[in-house]
């Protein structure tokens, strides 16, 4: 496997751990410490690491050259009836896209006013953490379950249209994390070249890259 691909894996891989500790420490100051009494608070690797969706998934999407590279953590546990916050759902569910925001924006913007500083490698480091925190951030943000958009938008729905959206979720999450994330990228693979190009369309936004 290129160093290229060995390191985008990597970035891909903590980012995701990232995105999963982010929706614990929001449930935590939510109320709820189930994250933080099961040891999930914590960048430990091997607490977050899905074998199937963390190393093989990614490993066989990039073998068989697939378009889309990406992976899911172990999702860190909560329990909603902890959390009585009006729409602390979305709140914990937004937090792990917003952590990927906040990094592709440390870095991209890092990238835009460090970049002549920078040697070559450590610039093309930037830019593929920043490219990869851009992806991940708006693929979660997709609102199909069971990705963290379908909780955003729930909460974004008004009365009537939110009670409908709800039920429709919860009958797709019944069938796990692999089934709605295997459904969601092939959904998501027809519609790959045009998200392509809005994740290097916000790559540039932010990076300043070709003004």
Do not use: C
């Amino acid at each position: 496997m290129p160093t290229d691909a060995v390191f985008w894996l990597l970035v891909v891989i903590l980012s995701v751990i990232l995105h999963e500790v982010a929706h614990g420490y929001m449930a935590n100051w939510l109320g709820d410490p189930t994250a933080k009494l099961q040891g999930r608070l914590t960048l430990n690797p091997l607490k977050h690491i899905d074998p199937l969706g963390t190393i093989i998934l990614p490993l066989f999407l990039y073998i068989s050259g697939s378009p889309v590279l990406i992976g899911y953590a172990k999702p860190v546990p909560y329990n909603p009836y902890n959390i009585k916050q009006k729409n602390g759902e979305a709140l914990v569910a937004f937090a792990g896209p917003g952590t990927n925001i906040i990094l592709a924006l440390i870095f991209g913007l890092g990238l835009r006013f460090l970049g002549a500083s920078l040697d070559a490698s450590l610039g093309q480091a930037f830019a593929m953490i920043a490219q990869a925190n851009i992806f991940l951030a708006l693929f979660n943000l997709i609102p199909v379950p069971p990705l963290d958009g379908s909780k955003v938008l729930s909460a974004l729905l008004p009365g009537e249209l939110r009670r409908g959206y709800d039920s429709m979720r919860n009958n797709m999450e019944r069938f796990g994390v692999f089934s709605g994330t295997i459904l969601v990228l092939i959904i998501f693979y027809f519609f790959s070249p045009l998200f392509s190009q809005f994740v290097q369309a916000i790559f540039a936004l932010i990076t300043g890259a070709g003004s």
